[in-house]
């Protein structure tokens, strides 16, 4: 599974912007797609998750009711759309892919790994 991540850039606290993610390589309807985060000098911390076939999905607290992820079957895309964005939001966001189960939420449990795109919030 290939993916590459796009669609980041600079917002304002409170703003929103979409971020996607472009998947190729593989049948996905046994697939789970998700979002991690990274900030300088922190860990790599999962945001969103979501099933391929059902899009049924997961969210960690600090997102939820803020963030939504989707995806786009016709065209292998995955979707994150933030809102309400502030500093603590900004991070490199990296999409991943995994098979199993929906609540994995380490970065090992997903093998497949786009390249990171840059959300910056300014204050």
């Known amino acids: 599974v290939q993916l590459q991540a796009s669609g980041g850039g600079l917002v304002q606290a409170g703003g929103s912007l979409r971020i996607s993610c472009a998947v190729s390589g593989r049948t996905l309807s046994s697939y789970i797609m998700a979002w991690f985060r990274q900030a300088p000098g922190k860990e790599r911390d999962f945001v969103a998750s979501i099933t391929w076939k059902h899009a049924g999905t997961y969210y960690t607290d600090s997102v939820k009711g803020r963030f939504t992820i989707s995806r786009d079957n016709a065209k292998n895309m995955v979707y994150l759309q933030m809102k309400s964005l502030t500093p603590d939001d900004a991070a490199v966001y990296y999409c991943?892919?995994?098979?199993?189960?929906?609540?994995?939420?380490?970065?090992?449990?997903?093998?497949?790994w786009g390249q990171g795109t840059l959300v910056t919030v300014s204050s």
């Open positions: 991943a892919a995994r098979e199993g189960s929906l609540y994995r939420t380490r970065q090992y449990d997903y093998p497949y």
